[in-house]
């Protein structure tokens, strides 16, 4: 019986000292991959690394001769390192990587010495990469990047369309960014497009906050089968490299080849407004002189239309799983009433540039665009009594002619909300809120210094509205300056006065907001005092820290 209730004790006692060390998490580890000790740098260098620790990392500083320079981007996502390290447990491990750089001709020509501080969320600090490289002022830097699509798995599974994505810099400048596969040059990639991640990494060289680029593929141009993809970066003094390298698999069949494309609006969420008087449609489908119409467009490609067996040949807008028009009423209106409309609506076929540029080899990428011109009063006073006020699902429905077809964005289209406002006693007609759209920042940029934040807004009661303010996490931060020109905004409202200066601009100076996440709400006030919000972003600040 002793002997039972010793082994017992001895037992329980290895079980306590066990437990911590199972749940242990991991030292303080950090690491720096680029650049390696005694290499020679020369344009951009780039300082690159992961760092985890039990607490948490709270930031990571880069020092040049033991002089402080700038803080890096943090939280990155290192998938290696995690596959690596699979029993660290915690978020805080999740996103081990840091990146930052300088440039090499801020410094003389010889050995200089390159380190990092960790600074971990309990103010600990860890000096990690202490090591020497030679700066060479006269050598010319290649370009360099990184591919983010497709990512770096074994083997990355494509049909159709898809994108090649990342960003690449050169203090020479990027000539062109090619995508290649199997050693053949498939197409070139637009380049130029913000990444505000790259530009704080490299604070000495504000051309990287334009260092994005993107390629959509067409795989249909491509034997279904595995091959090698490239993208090689070529800066303007003619030295090229390739900055990834992907292996993708290619399967296309008749089942996975269906159209795609893009609803721009109405986006998410949208509240659309109608008049529901006792007024008889006078055009089909219902449309009311007295109305306010509401725009529903996008655009949409087929790839069957390489072969000629394929092409976009309807697309159709469904509510609620109804059809409610087809491109088959396509009509071109000029006046409804005393509005000028001078467009065509409910068709397919509309001049879409910015779908060429982005794709160029698609065939018919310059005209994929599509437009109907609904009146939601109309729609809720005829629709006996299926289209009510309130919620709403709006998708649009696109075949080729192969008899394929797919819904945009998705099966489950987009929530809209229906509000039916009778005239407005004293102002005649029913006054519409004024909507718009914030093109800068997108949603979770990262940000640093002054930067401009700017957007267009229109309203369909000429001057009704007053300013535009922009409030920052609740608090009004000030008032945007607008009046500038958007031909773009006019060529899609042509219906709508002003439509062609409805462009609004604010400088924030992000260096009054803590380094965290804020949120960004632009709200247009009319004369009366009405408040509508006609956007909202959210976005990180991070600046470095002197």
Excluded at 259 to 270: M, Q, S, T, V
Excluded at 369 to 397: A, E, S
Aim: hydrophobic residues 40%; charged residues 20%; negative net charge.
């Amino acid at each position: 019986m002793w002997r039972l209730i010793a082994r017992g004790s001895v037992l329980a006692l290895l079980a306590v000292c066990l437990v911590p060390a199972a749940f242990a998490q991991p030292a303080f580890i950090g690491f720096i991959e680029k650049p390696a000790e005694g290499s020679t740098v020369t344009g951009m260098v780039l300082v690159q690394g992961w760092a985890v620790d039990p607490t948490g990392i709270s930031r990571v500083d880069l020092y040049v001769d033991d002089v402080f320079q700038y803080s890096a981007d943090i939280n990155i996502p290192r998938i290696d390192v995690v596959e690596a390290h699979p029993d660290w447990e915690g978020i805080q491990n999740r996103l081990p990587g840091f990146q930052t750089g300088f440039q090499a001709s801020r410094f003389s020509n010889g050995p200089h010495i390159i380190s990092m501080r960790v600074i971990t969320s309990d103010n600990q600090t860890f000096e990690i990469g202490r090591r020497t490289v030679i700066v060479d002022g006269k050598k010319n830097q290649s370009p360099f990047g990184y591919v983010d699509s497709p990512d770096s798995v074994a083997i990355y599974d494509v049909n159709g369309s898809f994108p090649v994505s990342g960003w690449v810099t050169d203090t020479d400048g990027v000539a062109r960014v090619d995508v290649l596969i199997d050693n053949l040059n498939q197409q070139s990639a637009v380049y130029g497009d913000p990444r505000p991640d790259v530009g704080n990494s490299f604070p000495d060289f504000p051309a990287a906050l334009y260092s994005g680029f993107v390629a959509e593929i067409d795989s249909t141009r491509i034997q279904d089968g595995v091959h090698v993809l490239q993208v090689r970066a070529t800066d303007r003094l003619g030295l090229s490299r390739v900055i990834g390298i992907r292996n993708i698999q290619v399967f296309n069949s008749e089942n996975n080849l269906r159209p795609f494309g893009r609803l721009d609006e109405p986006i998410k969420d949208a509240v659309l407004f109608g008049s529901c008087g006792n007024v008889v449609p006078v055009v089909s489908p219902g449309v009311r002189p007295d109305s306010h119409f509401t725009p529903i467009r996008g655009w949409a490609l087929d790839l069957g239309t390489r072969e000629n067996t394929g092409r976009v040949s309807y697309v159709e807008l469904l509510i609620d799983g109804a059809r409610i028009v087809s491109t088959d009423d396509c009509t071109y209106v000029g006046t409804i009433g005393n509005v000028v409309v001078d467009s065509y609506v409910n068709c397919y076929g509309l001049p879409r540039f910015d779908v060429a540029k982005y794709y160029a080899t698609y065939p018919d990428s310059p005209r994929s665009g599509f437009m109907f011109l609904l009146d939601i009063g109309t729609l809720l006073k005829t629709g006996g009594g299926f289209f009510n006020p309130g919620h709403h699902v709006m998708k649009v429905r696109v075949g080729d002619q192969e008899q394929t077809f797919a819904d945009i964005p998705n099966t489950a289209g987009v929530n809209v909300f229906f509000q039916c406002i009778q005239d407005v006693p004293g102002q005649g007609n029913f006054n519409a809120p004024p909507f718009g759209y914030i093109d800068f920042p997108t949603n979770f940029d990262y940000l640093k210094g002054t930067v401009t934040f700017f957007g267009w807004t229109l309203d369909e009661t000429s001057f009704d509205t007053s300013r535009i303010e922009i409030l920052i996490d609740g608090i009004v931060a000030g008032n945007a300056s607008t009046g500038y020109i958007r031909t773009d905004v006019h060529d899609a409202y042509p219906f709508i006065f002003n439509s062609t200066t409805s462009g609004w601009r604010f400088n924030m100076d992000t260096t009054q907001l803590s380094d965290a996440r804020h949120r960004l709400v632009v709200q247009a006030v009319e004369q009366s005092g009405r408040k509508t919000i006609i956007g909202s972003r959210d976005f990180y600040v991070n600046n470095p820290q002197n």
